[in-house]
């Protein structure tokens, strides 16, 4: 009886084995992402690199995995060279790959490199891959980029440029401004300093304030003239020194004058311009 219990215990862990043994590697490794995507352009010449994601650990389970996989993934150039390349495993986040560029690789620009992964690359549990997967993408062009990023380079030059003008100018404008203005002067600390008389300190200093306030009053009404002349200008009005005949502009029309009407004393019982002697006459 004890003897047919460890037959039977012995055959459940040989089926138990061969099951584990034939769900490994049954093709559910699966690529969930890869950066550059297929088909992509622009991708950068300087270390050139490849991030794959997987669905699941991928980390090799001994030395011999790890070079089984490095064996499963190739780069080659659009014209056949193969390029050498390193295989980095993620520790710290499951699933995630770099395909890197060696120092020894010659990256070129403006030309296609393709990463093809072989069906033998395995997962830490030992799943394998379904199918090869092909990615195909295109490097940057280094001469394009690089005028690109000259003209870029001088229209912010020359944009700093004009803004240092004007920023100057506002600044100057602004200096000259606050040179007018008048600073408040203490007329007993300038008449101890000087030796005149308040009096005369206060005098001088009204007069300065005066001078100066005729002469803002001077800036502000140029000011406001130059500013309505601006807005004149926007609406296009003129003025006019006067009226003007239209022959003045060219033309030749002209306006006909209405006849005087003919003055007549008929009907009248007091003429016009006669004085009280002459009407007084004609009666008789």
Known sequence: MKRRAAVIFVTLVMMLMSAATCFAGDGE???????????????????LSIKIRFDQDVYPASEKVRKNNEEAITMKSEDGKKVPI???????????????STNKAKIEGDKEYTLKIDKSFEATNGDKLSEVDKVTFKTQNQKRTMTVNMLLMFVMMGGMVVFSMKSTQHDAKKAKEEKGKHDTVN????????????????AKDQKQKEKEAAAQAKRDAKRAKEKEEERREELNIHHVAGPRPISAA???????????????????????????????????
Request: hydrophobic fraction near 20%; proline fraction near 5%; avoid cysteine.
């Open 187 to 202: 007329p007993y600390k300038e008449a101890k300093r000087t030796g005149k008389s308040v009096e005369e300190i206060v």
């Open 86 to 100: 390193k295989v980095v495993y993620s520790e710290d986040e499951e699933g995630l790959m770099m395909v890197l």
């Open 250 to 284: 060219g033309g030749k029309y002209k306006v006909a004058k209405k006849a005087a009407p003919e003055k007549s004393n008929k009907g009248t019982t007091r003429p016009k311009n006669q004085s009280g002697k002459q009407k007084n006459k004609g009666k008789k």
């Open 29 to 47: 490794l699966k690529i969930k992402s890869q950066y550059p995507e297929d088909g992509a352009t622009g991708t950068s010449v300087e270390n």
